[in-house]
């Protein structure tokens, strides 16, 4: 991994971002929700977050030839998911974190109960945004299959991570895979396939994008693991070092920090070729791909 | 409404529940979950539970001429989001209850993180259920619709309750009523609507099943708030008199016991009266109808 850091991302994903931060605060203005209610999940949701799974939907989307516009219902889907998970991850019986991307978690802000609930309350939102879209019924069926894997298969590696009960036979490397796979992997691999399916990708495209989200929903993983060992709580947004403080496996603490490296330079790598037979309509994809491999927060 | 109590209901729908009760055994076996978060996901759904709400939607699927069979995999998908709920609702950020069908909740009985997953678990599990059978696309995209709403509402509802928001100019019995169709109306409706929509229900019959179901949700809740009241903790396997003592809102605290008494005849009627233009497929749910009216547990 040669060791170049890109702050930001490109600004025409800056652009991308900013149409998903939209369509988010959109949507949950739509819901009629008690005030505090509401509040409490536009604190949850609308936060200036990366925006990298539902970035990753519309840009498979359009990597198979499909328009952005058509991916959005799927993209939000996704990112209420990905906050679902943050804001229970961040709860005193889980994580216990007080701050995230700069702010009080939700709990800290809105009490324990809210926080739950509000939790709670995206989970539904994600699957309504799904059939409220107009997409035809087999697509439906399978965007709503996967994302109910994806979030299975998430929370189960949130165990793992918390509570542990991996197959004590795997060696060390493996279950940190295993892990992050799951916690992470899952749903990011998960915002890729639904993006190819709202594209309306052939069957060779759908496996090109499943292996791109596979790689790369690893790779994010692994980055964030060294971006929590060498950020900065002020450019996190977050208490840093605190994975590894708490005796949570890393891939740096794992096999340590140049041979993560190594492999996200792999796994970049191999989410990159996948797309090669994609052409064209693969470049912001693949631009993309560079940067969440370069980020550094 | 009369002074009957029916302490256990009719033989053929303790088949029904026998019935269900071995499908969310079967259900949850074949996941392949690490065996901490399998056991805490079964502790938490194969737990003696009334099954009240899976056994309406077999029985609704009935009552509009299919069979019973159709409607399985959308009970369990009920059963499942019900369990998730009274997991969370349990939890000391909520209700803080020790005890559940007389036996320790979950957090006690596992640890509150793992109380907190499990129920985030079965969120995607009951979706899943739905994807994963056999119903045809646009009938499953109606069914995920409706559970999605459903689940939405019973989260409101639980808002509602613990953390209160409702509009100021509401008086208090339409407060108690929002409060109780929210919380537990919602998803007993859904239950019958996913029951009729098996069972290729025409038009004017879901009709019938809907107006049944949302008596019938209603009912059941001022039933329980009775029970409450007047139950002993060893018959009711809870803690009783809790609600009243929380300062919950409750209609026998709000309206007094006989006006409860009376609504819940009413509402009794009214769902027995939508059933009347669908014959003699109906009758097991008419029964199941006054044993929810009049029973004690």
């Known amino acids: 991994m040669p060791d170049i850091s890109i702050q930001n991302p490109p600004l025409e994903l800056i652009d991308v971002a900013k149409v998903i931060e939209q369509e988010l ?152 895979e295993e892990i992050h796979r799951n916690k992470t992997g899952a749903l990011i691999r998960c915002a890729c396939q639904m993006g190819a399916i709202c594209g309306g990708a052939s069957s060779e495209a759908y496996e090109a994008i499943d292996t791109f989200g596979e790689a790369t929903g690893l790779m994010f993983q692994i980055v964030d693991d060294l971006i929590d060992l060498h950020g900065s709580e002020d450019h996190v947004g977050k208490a840093t070092g605190k994975d590894a403080h708490a005796g949570k496996a890393t891939y740096p603490g794992t096999i340590g920090v140049e041979k993560s490296k190594r492999v996200v330079q792999e796994l970049h790598d191999k989410a990159e070729s996948a797309l090669s037979g994609l052409g064209a309509t693969a470049e912001t994809l693949c631009s993309f791909n560079v940067w969440l491999a370069h980020r550094t927060r």
Do not use: W
């Not at 929700?33 to 949701?45: F, G, I, K, Q, R």
């Not at 998970?85 to 007080?98: E, K, Q």
């Not at 926080?115 to 697509?139: K, M, V």
């Open 25 to 176: 605060d959109a949507q949950l203005g739509q819901l009629q929700l008690p005030e505090h209610l509401a509040d409490a999940t536009s604190y949850a949701v609308v936060n200036g977050g990366k925006r990298v799974r539902p970035a990753l939907t519309l840009l498979c989307c359009e990597a198979v030839g499909g328009s952005k516009k058509e991916a959005l219902a799927a993209a939000i889907a996704v990112e209420f998911i990905h906050c679902f998970s943050l804001v229970h991850d961040d709860l005193p019986a889980i994580d216990d974190d007080d701050l995230r991307r700069g702010k009080p978690t939700l709990h800290i802000h809105a009490g324990e109960a809210m926080a739950l609930l509000a939790g709670d309350l995206l989970l539904p939102l994600a699957f309504s945004q799904l059939t409220s879209a107009n997409y035809p019924p087999q697509q439906q069926v399978r965007l709503t299959e996967l994302l109910a894997i994806a979030t299975r298969d998430m929370v189960v590696g949130q165990v793992y991570d918390t509570l542990g009960g991996l197959p004590e036979e795997l060696e060390k490397q493996a279950s940190i």
